[in-house]
């Protein structure tokens, strides 16, 4: 079994495991939970992240308040000097694949 970064994900892993083992879920009922909590998401580059907030034409500080995080730490993703992870870089990618307005 595979550690997610949550706590409930990795409880609901332990329970659709548990569901299989015990005959009450198939195997492609499992698989299909799998998909939901294994989200293996790629690092956004700086230059990636700038520009979702340029094409949103958003400012920094509505852009952090948005992923309600800080106009710092939004700052920091943009020069490199800091990593997105956990939901800001769910959030990120959301916006990324579907638009702004997803997560508004």
Sequence with gaps: MSKTNSRILDEVQQTSEGLFAAGAITKRQLAELEKHYKLDLEELKPTQIKSLRQKAHLSQSVFAA????????????????????GTSLKLLHLIQRKGLEAIL
């Excluded at 948005?66 to 992870?85: A, F, M, R």
């Design 66 to 85: 948005v992923l309600n995080t800080s106009v710092s730490t939004v700052q920091k993703w943009e020069i490199g000097d800091k990593k997105p992870s």
